[in-house]
C-alpha cells in the first residue's frame, strides 16, 4: 500500500491555479478580471478566462417562448421603501408615493455629457424585449420577460469616454455592482422597466433595474439610480466586493 503523501496549502493553491494559467497561458484569453492575483478570488479568475475563451464576445444567452414564463419568486428585501424594514430609504418611498414621476437616473464620471433621465427618457429611446432565464445564487431559477432599453444606447448618450473599463451600478435600496465594458455593452444588457407585458413590480425593482443576462442574478441590480463609469475598478470601498461573493459570475 501506497504511503499516504501530506499535501500542503500552497501545494494545493498551485494545484488549483494550474487550470487559469494554462487558459491564460495558451492564448485562450487575454483578459484577466481586475481581481486577479488575489487567492481569495481565484474563481473570479477561471471564470472570466474560461468564459472569455470558449465564448464570442457577444454571444447571447438562450430565449425562450411565453409559454416558458414561470413563476418569479423575490428573494430578500421586497420593498426598500417600507418603514418596517431595518433601514428602510426614504428617498425610494417619496418617489413611489409619486408613482416614481420624480425619479431620475444619473449616468456620471467618464462620459462626454454626464445625464441624468427620468423614466419616460428611458421608455423613448429604443428598446428591447427579451424571455430570459434568472439564474440566483440561492440556487432557484425563473423565466420572465422583460423590456427596456439596452444599457448601451443609455452610454451612446451619455458618450463613454475611450479610457472607460467599468459600468457601477448604484440603487435606492445601497446595494452597487460592478461589470465590465464588454457586459456593460452586450445587446442583452438592460435597463428595465417592464416585466411580463406590465410594469416592473416594486418586489422586482421598480421603476428601473438592470438585466445582466450573462452572470447570475445578483449582479441585476434591482432600483438602479445612478450609473458610474470608470477606468478604475471599483473595489470593496465602495461595498461592491462582498465577502464570498465573486465580481465575476458569469454563466
Known sequence: MRKPVAITRRQALLAGLMPVGSLILTGCSKELPPTYGHILRMG????????????????????????????????????????KIRRPSHAYRALQRDGFRDFRLSVDGLVAKPTSLSLSDLQRLPSRTQITK????????????????????????????PAARFVTFLSLDG?????????????????????????????????????????????????????????????????????????????
Not at 428573494?75 to 426598500?80: L, R
Not at 445564487?137 to 444599457?151: D, K, S, Y
Open 175 to 251: 446595494r452597487a455592482e460592478s461589470i465590465d465594458m464588454l457586459d456593460a455593452l452586450h445587446p442583452q444588457t438592460l435597463l428595465a422597466y417592464g416585466m411580463n407585458g406590465a410594469e416592473i413590480p416594486v418586489r422586482h425593482g421598480a421603476p428601473v433595474r438592470a438585466r445582466v443576462e450573462r452572470q447570475m442574478g445578483y449582479k441585476s441590480v434591482k432600483y438602479v439610480q445612478q450609473i458610474v463609469v470608470s477606468d478604475t475598478f471599483p473595489d470593496s470601498s465602495t461595498g461592491i466586493i462582498k465577502a464570498g461573493w465573486a465580481w465575476y459570475a458569469g454563466i
Open 44 to 83: 473570479d479568475t477561471f471564470t472570466y478566462a474560461a468564459h472569455h475563451a470558449l465564448l464570442p464576445k457577444q454571444a447571447l444567452v438562450k430565449e425562450f417562448s411565453r409559454n416558458d414564463i414561470s413563476s418569479f419568486p423575490a428573494i430578500g428585501v421586497t420593498d426598500p421603501g417600507d418603514p
Open 134 to 161: 434568472h439564474m440566483c445564487e440561492e440556487g432557484w431559477t425563473a423565466i420572465a420577460e422583460w423590456t427596456g432599453v439596452p444599457l448601451s444606447r443609455v452610454l451612446d448618450v451619455a458618450g463613454v469616454q
